[in-house]
């Protein structure tokens, strides 16, 4: 199943390029009262909540996917955990260009780790990524990303996959410079998920697919989520050993080489097998 977000915060179902508004069935969840739970609401609730949505989308007409404006899946992430340096040629890429590597020796995410991103940098296919700084060189980086759907601490990697509800495009958009990564990647709009998250028993094995990035039609970005340092499971076997998993939490796996400038005016087209694609714009 493909869920969306859409318009004036629908919830829809995609299928063959028709959205099928099914938020009658949100509406069902639970009243909240402050202070609100962790993890996001809805997918705190999504597997008691599948059979109705999977029933209400056969139901109710659709709506062509281009007449909607596309929110980001998830609404409300408690945290979005992202891989630095997890491809080898991004890495042998960041060494050699000064640009990117700012003067200081690029490892690789065995000794880095992972880094957090604010929530609030996240958007979805239907809106601009905002380039405002001029001075300053903003790329994109294309990585799957998936989302969190059962709550955990300390998941082994044999469990990891089971915890995982489903899987988007990722754009970890990034100014390049010496700051902190939690700083250049956290800037409003510089997180971009969709077009919709596709259930992960539609996906199998997340380790092998193929996925590019075009800018204005020009190939930037191409490789398949196979040459990963850390695949999907490690990730989320270290990322748990440190922070408890919630539903709607997200990961960004990391990007491979071909990380290139954007600017206003461009227009980037992201696909990933299995998944979808998306055309993002970029804005001053
Ligand atoms: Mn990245």
């Known amino acids: 199943m493909r869920i969306c977000r859409f318009d004036d915060d629908r919830l829809g179902v995609v299928s063959n390029g028709l959205v099928h508004d099914v938020t009658a069935v949100a509406d069902e969840l639970p009243a909240l009262k402050w202070p609100l739970p962790r993890g996001d609401h809805f997918f705190n609730h999504l597997d ?3 059979p109705r949505i999977e029933a209400m989308a056969k139901t109710v007409p659709g709506r062509p996917v281009s007449e909607v404006k596309l929110l980001s ?3 409300n992430p408690g945290k ?3 891989a630095p340096v997890n491809y080898k040629l991004h890495l042998d890429e960041s060494r050699a260009d000064t640009q990117i590597n700012f003067g200081t020796q690029v490892k690789t995410i065995d000794d880095y780790g992972v880094f957090l ?3 609030s940098s996240m958007i979805g296919a239907g809106d601009v990524v905002v380039a405002d700084w001029p001075e300053r060189r903003i790329d994109h980086e294309i990585e799957l990303a998936f989302v969190i759907g059962k709550q955990g601490f300390r ?4 469990d990891a996959l089971s915890h995982v509800a489903g899987y988007m495009i990722g754009l970890d ?3 390049r410079g010496t700051e902190d990564r939690s700083f250049r990647k956290s800037l409003d709009t510089f997180t ?3 077009p919709h998250m596709v259930t992960a028993d539609e996906i199998g094995d997340p380790n092998s697919l193929d996925f590019e990035i075009r800018v204005n039609g020009e190939t930037r970005q191409k490789s398949n989520t196979g040459l990963l340092i850390w695949n999907v499971q490690k990730l989320i076997a270290y990322a748990s050993r440190a922070y408890t998993l919630y539903p709607g939490d997200v990961f960004m796996t ?3 080489e071909g990380v290139a400038p954007v600017v206003p005016g461009d227009r980037m087209h992201a696909w990933i097998e299995g998944i979808g694609e998306m055309t993002v714009a970029v804005g001053g």
């Not at 998941?155 to 044999?158: C, H, L, N």
């Open 155 to 158: 998941i082994a990697e044999e």
């Open 192 to 194: 971009v998920f969709g």
């Open 117 to 119: 991103k604010a929530t």
């Open 80 to 82: 979005i955990v992202a």
């Open 254 to 256: 990391g990007t491979p």
């Open 173 to 175: 958009m990034t100014i």
């Open 48 to 50: 008691r909540l599948r």
């Open 73 to 75: 899946p998830v609404a």
